[in-house]
């Protein structure tokens, strides 16, 4: 698919999914490259939140379970209501010394004021370590953050907030009688799981019983260690990613720039780089795109060799006539020769004038062109216009312009001026093959597939059979048998009839590049020729 067509299938898309999905094969493939490495980053941190959150919500009904164990132990073995409820802490002690085995786990016994009652810690005559931090050197103040407070003020600032997380915890369970569980920070900051269960004696709250669990951090740890292969497929496909967009996009453009640099620094006429043509992408397009400018680039450059070869010969040709006669007026000056001669030189004078002009016309016409913007004209409003000046600045002998156009309106989309002057071409050219008070009929109407064609015929001696196609070509002169000895069929007539042997060569150049074509053809009666007709077909505009 070239650019054009993949143009046209975006816009046979909906809006909304041409912005979603863009007709674009290396902005599909940038993204999806991209959005890749970002999902396998996503996936991995949902799955290691997922794993996380599972395990705090089972180390919470676990710690649940066990807290409830104890406590309805407790309340059944270690309180008493004579002649009030109370605790019995000593009895409360046995019962957590004997079912208390679990390793990283702490279970504390508080009063209703938060007292610590019981310690397992204590019980088992654990010691708390903490590294101490590295000793320093007289003089040697603690290396630290600007931003960061002294190690000292940031250690009592995590046990202050530990400490008030606890007794939180240990408040809502008294106060509401319900178990409280969550995560909280341990003075060492690390995380733990939490569960307080009161201790009731009927309705009354005796102490709070609190479980907590660590661990916590090392299992996630090991999970982010387990999300590591996710980081290094995505940092590969990232790498791979960029490695493929510098060997499919970075290198290719490297290439077409270095080929545009050697045909701006003329080192070659045009560009051909096949195998990045071949790709079916943007590069492939524009690829394309460049080859087919440069080549028309190398083809235009060639036309103007050839059309300045043609009009320096041209040129000679009056030039060389011009001299002749010089000379001669030279070598005999008498009035009968003056006579014979200036009117020679006036011929060829006003020969080079109308050829310098035609040939100034036809190296403008590109970029005229290429300035005026194309609108929707009426060809038949174009020939009638035409046809009516002929007919008010014809003189007496010349040949009548007759049109016969369609009612309705026949819109080309270009431009009216190079239009006009194709018609203008087309008719002087068919005058000067016209015998004396003749007729150039000129007429327009609908062709077959959106085709307006127009035509303008007269009754000259036509055109050579073999030469129906050279009579478009630049300076083109042929005297056809039975015309008169001042015309000869060319491009808006003959070199040696005044005209420059341009006028059909600048009209099929506009005529093709509206898109057209145009053909000469004989007027035939059986073997007899009647005349030559000249045939027009233009694309019609559409709405």
Known sequence: MNAREADKAEIGRPAWLNFALPGSRLGRLIAGLNLLSLVVLIVGALVLNEFRQGLVERSVDSLTAQGQTYTGLISLLATHGEPEPFLDVARATTIVQTLFLARNQRIRLFDREGHVLID?????GQIKERPLPPARKPGQHEWRW????????????????????????????????????GVRLADSGEQLISVSVPVQRVQAVLGVLTLDSAGVDKVVAAQRVALVPFILIAIAVSLGSSLLL??????PIRRLSRAADAVRLSTVRAMSLPDLADRDDEVGDLTRSLEAMTAAQSARMDAIEHFAADVSHEIKNPLTSMRSAVETLEMNSTPQAQARLLPILKKDVDRLDR??????????????????TPKAVDIGRLLADLSGFYTATSRPGQAVVAYAGAPTP?????????????????????????????????????????????????????????????????????????????????????????????GLSIARQIVEAHGGKIRAENRMNGDEVLGARFVVELPEATN
């Open 146 to 181: 600007p931003w960061q407070k002294p190690r000292a003020v940031r250690e009592q600032q995590r046990h202050e907030i530990a400490v008030a997380a606890l007794q939180s915890e240990i408040e809502r369970a008294a106060t509401t009688g319900e178990a409280q569980s």
């Open 355 to 372: 050829l310098i002009t035609d040939i100034s016309n036809a190296s403008r016409l590109d970029a005229e062109l290429s300035r005026e």
């Open 410 to 502: 026949l819109p080309v989309l270009g431009r009216e001026g190079p239009l006009g002057q194709v018609f203008r071409n087309l008719i002087d050219n068919a005058r000067s093959f016209s015998p004396e008070n003749g007729e150039v009929r000129v007429s327009v109407g609908r062709g077959a597939g959106h085709r307006v064609v127009a035509s303008v015929e007269d009754d000259g001696p036509g055109v050579p059979p073999e030469n129906l196609e050279s009579v478009f070509e630049r300076f083109y002169t042929q005297r056809p048998k039975g015309a008169a000895d001042t015309a000869s069929r060319s491009g808006g007539g003959a070199s040696s009839s005044g005209h420059s042997g341009l």
């Open 120 to 124: 397992s810690d204590l019980l088992a």
């Open 246 to 251: 510098n060997l499919w996009v970075a290198r």
